[in-house]
């Protein structure tokens, strides 16, 4: 039978060393699955509430006990005995239970962690591929947006713009996709080591090191490539996560590393020069969360040229996103599934997104686990693409070999490629 039969919290640690909740769920069949959720640092201020203890004196404030109780307490009495083949009903039965409009008093690390534990384990009940379970007979394996320098609130260095990714689309699969992005990630250590800069590594696993100057940045990206033997606008493309609400104050962007301070007419006469000189096919949160006249000015001016991505302007929020197609601002939204708090909301927002021939990308946070949900959602959802570090730290690279495993285990995948960004050549 696929009834819960029994559920179960406990904290485990994340990448960045602190807290975070994994829970197991049982059916009367007997059958087990488990999920542990993730933690951002760049949060956007109208994400769904992370429920943590604020104790002092135990993890700097950040333990998640409470979460934990209410999950082994008030979740488990709530939902045992229900279908777990029964998505929808559960996550809308736990949003209900809350009460809240941003899931501020259950959290929505809480209800994430069994709303995701219940979709692994009705996959195993019913012998079904995660992904197929998600999102049926039509599957295909997204491009890896691969973050391959850290800046921003991910590093401790001069960069203003938060991350530098490759994206490997002129391929026939995604292995060797991925095999690219390895080769270009090795090149760009010895190009670094050249230059004398430090090869440490930042939250996501890119390089961090101590450069103030995108555009040398950039040009460091770009030699890589090339001794990879790869063509930069052929094979490889870059895109950009600025994260400008992170830099943005008194209706200014204060661009530190290039001693620039900006409004949002200047901000984006920046970004149109960088993409005339550089191989640039996406750029994140190129403006505030706020800042929806900017946003559409930034969409009417580089639009046809970029992907322009709303992650702190979305929060994966279906209004948020209908305000958005509304206003013409931005073209493409970053999924994360712990900014919304269910399985089914998320869902709800790709749908509209999809509807709205609104690109999609599958996203990790900065404090991770060796979960692997979002490599599953990713194919289940035909997304397009993802995002989930660069090509090291282990649990980065578990959600990148569950991608292989699934391309190795079913040929009737077929890899994105070039296809997400065809609108932008």
Not at 73 to 91: P, S
Not at 292 to 299: A, N, S
């Amino acid at each position: 039978m696929p009834n819960i039969k029994s559920i179960y919290a406990r904290e485990i640690i994340d990448s960045r060393g602190l807290p975070t909740i994994e829970v197991e769920i049982k059916l009367a069949s007997n059958h087990l699955g488990s999920a542990s959720v993730p933690s951002g640092a760049s949060t956007g201020s109208f994400e769904a509430h992370e429920l943590r203890d604020g104790d002092k004196n135990r993890f700097f404030s950040k333990g998640v006990k409470k979460a934990v109780e209410l999950i082994n307490t008030e979740i488990k009495e709530t939902i045992l005995g229900f279908d777990v083949t029964n998505q929808n009903e559960i996550d809308n039965t736990l949003i209900e239970l809350d009460g809240t409009t941003n899931k501020k008093r259950l959290g929505a690390n809480s209800i994430l962690a069994v709303s995701l534990a219940c979709a692994k384990v009705a996959s195993k009940f019913l012998n079904t591929p995660l992904y197929k379970y998600i999102g049926g007979m039509q599957n295909s394996l997204p491009t890896p947006m691969m973050n391959i320098i850290n800046g921003g609130c991910h590093s401790n260095n001069k960069l203003d713009f938060q991350e530098f990714m490759i994206v490997p689309c002129g391929f026939n699969s995604f292995s060797n996709s991925l095999r690219a992005g390895c080769e270009i990630f090795h090149s760009l250590k010895n190009v670094l080591l050249e230059n004398n800069y430090s090869t440490s590594v930042g939250d996501e696993g890119g390089f961090s090191p101590d450069i103030s100057s995108n555009r040398e940045c950039l040009d460091l990206i770009l030699k890589a490539i090339e001794d990879s033997n790869y063509k930069p606008g052929k094979d490889i493309f870059i895109g950009l996560d600025v994260a400008a609400s992170e830099f943005f104050s008194d209706n200014n962007y204060t661009l530190s590393g290039e001693s620039l301070k900006l409004d949002y007419k200047g901000l984006i006469k920046y970004y149109s020069n960088l993409i005339e000189n550089y191989p640039i096919i996406s750029i994140e949160d190129g403006l505030d969360e706020n800042d929806w006249k900017g946003w559409v000015q930034l969409t009417s001016t580089i639009g046809e040229r970029c992907q322009l991505v709303g992650d702190d302007l979305f929060v994966t929020s279906s209004d948020r996103l209908n305000e958005g197609i509304n206003k013409k601002a931005g073209n493409s939204i970053l999924v994360k599934l712990n900014q919304i708090g269910t399985l089914t909301e998320t869902i709800e927002t790709i749908e509209l997104a999809k509807k709205n021939n609104f690109n999609t990308i599958i996203s990790h946070r900065s404090g991770e686990t060796e979960e692997t949900f979002i490599a599953d959602f990713s194919v289940g959802m035909s997304s397009g693409q993802i995002k989930t570090g660069s090509l090291c730290r282990s649990e980065r690279i578990a959600k990148y070999n569950q991608l292989l495993r699934i391309e190795d285990r079913d040929d009737t995948i077929k890899f994105s490629g070039i296809t997400p960004f065809k609108k932008f050549f």
